[in-house]
Structure formats: structure tokens, C-alpha cells
């Protein structure tokens, strides 16, 4: 589908914004934080546990940051009153992170600090490659402060990932492993697929190795088989692994992994901005415009 894939995700920005809206629905939850938690009390009833994400980055904006910072600790607190079983992601530049590194940080506590107080966990999104540096000595930072509370993500088609899990590793933080969605140069990242998933096999390994926590974040049938071979052959538990896919998208795969007994989490988009978003991740990934225009017309 990749020649399809690549017209839906290019003829997106000039499609209304209502026909997007269609498009968005599968794998945005919608608005409000009620819509977010009545999604993930859904995913919860099919036996999937979830990420909520509050959709926003790139904040320039000192009051706007601040503003940010409001909304995912009320987030959390509503999370922790209905019960429902998530956690939430965020991204650093949401909370200023271009603006003042330690104002970011400032604002990252606030979160991280009503999280270990209502027991949700809180995982750092990585970004681009302008903010993987600081991204990663913030989260190294911020596990160092609330030791099991937070986690990272990596994406395996850099090519320094595998010497971050190196460094990161045996501090036993959470990792969040997935591909990647940005684009990004070629003297920085992994270009052919089959290089991608090496990489992403050797990470998860490492990962394993050091007696991390992972959550194998992929659609690839590839490496969803190796990484069920890997566990198997390490005998993991749910203590150690999950695997996690986006709202959404292949859903059938979601409910085979949960029949396999594999505990799976799903990545919960929602907010004012799923307009930007839907754009912005479409035509950095044309493979998602395909599974959810696969998704529309199969119901899979």
C-alpha cells in the first residue's frame, strides 16, 4: 500500500477539514478529557490498558506552557478518579522546553509529582533530533527523582539508539521502544526497512539485558514475531514487557496479542489540537494514513 499511503498523506493538507475529521476519528479519541477516559474505559473492557496523550507541542509561549502543565495534571487527577487503567504521555517542548530548559523542568515536576501522588505513571515522548539530547538528561533527571514513575521513549531508526540504551539502560528506567515517525536525515537515521528492524531487535535486547521494563511499540508483523520469540525464549513476564500500538490501527493484531495473553496498552491521542496533529504525524507517516484508511473501509 505504500504508493497509496504516500497520496492519502499528501492529499491531506488540502482536503477539508471535516473529511479529515472522518479520517482522525478512528485514532483520535476527540476533545475533552471525558472523551479520552470514555475511550480508554472501551480499550479497558477489551482487555487493553492505555496511554493518554494531550495533543500539543512546539509551545513558544511562557503562559501557554503553563497552561499545558494545568491541563495534564488535571488530566491525571481525572484518570485517577474514574479509575481507569492509564497512564499519560507527554512531550517537553509542550511545557517549554524551547523556551527554558529548566523552566520545562520546572513544569515536568509539577506533573511528575502529582503522578506518583495519584499512581500514574507518566512516559517522556521523544521528539525530533534537536531535543534528543535534552530530552534524554531530563528523563535520566526526572527517573533519578521519581524512580518508577517515569519512563522514555527511543525510536530504533536513529542511529545512536543503540548506544542510548547503552547509557540508559542500567539505571533500570522504562523504555517505550518504537521505529520513529520524524523525518529525519540520513547521516542521523536508518533509512531501509530491513536496518530498522535489525536495529529495533538489537535495542529491545539490550533493553532486556539490563532487566528494563519495555513497551514494544510497533504495527510491523515482523517485529511483532520477533519480539514474541524473544520473549518466549527469555521467558519474560508481564512484569517486564507489553506491547503497545495506537488507537485504532490494526486492531484485529490488538485483540490476537491480548488472546495470546500479552498485556497491550494503546496510545490515547486527544485535545483541541488533533487537526495539526492528524496532519503533521499523516504525512510524517504515510504508513498510518494506510491502516486507518484500510481501517475505514474493513473495519480492521
Known amino acids: 500500500m505504500g504508493i497509496l499511503d504516500s497520496l492519502v498523506a499528501k492529499l491531506l493538507p488540502f482536503t477539508p477539514k471535516s473529511v479529515v475529521r472522518i479520517v482522525a476519528r478512528r485514532y483520535i479519541a476527540g476533545v475533552t478529557v471525558n472523551d479520552a477516559v470514555k475511550t480508554v474505559a472501551r480499550l479497558n473492557s477489551a482487555g487493553a490498558v492505555a496511554t493518554v496523550d494531550l495533543l500539543g507541542e512546539f509551545v513558544k509561549s511562557r503562559d501557554v506552557a503553563a497552561r ?12 485517577a478518579r474514574t479509575g481507569v487503567k492509564s497512564g499519560v504521555s507527554v512531550k517537553l517542548t509542550s511545557f517549554g522546553l524551547d523556551i527554558d530548559p529548566q523552566f520545562c523542568r520546572a513544569n515536568l515536576r509539577q506533573i511528575l509529582q502529582r503522578g506518583k501522588d495519584r499512581k500514574i505513571f507518566v512516559r517522556i515522548d521523544m521528539e525530533n533530533t534537536p531535543y534528543t539530547d535534552e530530552t534524554i538528561a531530563i528523563a535520566r533527571e526526572m527517573w533519578g ?3 518508577g514513575g517515569v519512563g ?3 525510536q530504533a531508526y536513529l542511529r545512536r539508539t543503540l548506544n542510548d540504551v547503552a ?3 542500567p539505571t533500570g528506567i522504562s523504555f517505550r521502544l518504537c521505529k520513529g515517525i520524524y523525518v529525519e536525515d ?3 537515521a536508518f533509512k531501509d526497512r530491513d536496518e530498522i528492524r535489525e536495529s529495533y531487535v538489537a535495542c529491545l535486547n539490550a533493553m532486556f539485558d539490563n532487566g528494563c521494563f519495555v513497551g514494544i511499540a510497533t504495527h510491523d508483523d515482523a517485529l511483532i514475531d520477533a519480539a514474541r ?3 518466549a525464549e527469555r521467558n519474560l513476564g508481564g512484569d517486564a514487557y507489553e506491547f503497545q500500538m495506537l488507537l485504532g490501527v490494526r486492531e484485529s493484531k490488538r485483540d490476537e496479542l491480548i488472546r495470546e495473553g500479552h498485556r497491550m496498552r494503546i496510545y490515547v491521542p486527544f485535545g483541541e489540537d488533533w487537526y495539526g496533529y492528524s496532519i503533521r504525524r499523516l504525512k510524517e507517516n504515510p504508513a498510518v ?3 486507518v484508511l484500510k481501517a475505514i473501509f474493513t473495519g480492521d
Not at 499545558?68 to 484518570?79: A, R
Open 186 to 188: 540520513e547521516s542521523v
Open 229 to 231: 520469540a524473544i520473549v
Open 167 to 169: 547509557e540508559l539502560a
Open 152 to 154: 522514555i521513549v527511543l
Open 68 to 79: 499545558e502543565t494545568e491541563h495534564v495534571v488535571h488530566l491525571i487527577d481525572e484518570i
Open 289 to 291: 494514513a494506510g491502516h
Open 145 to 147: 527523582e521519581f524512580p
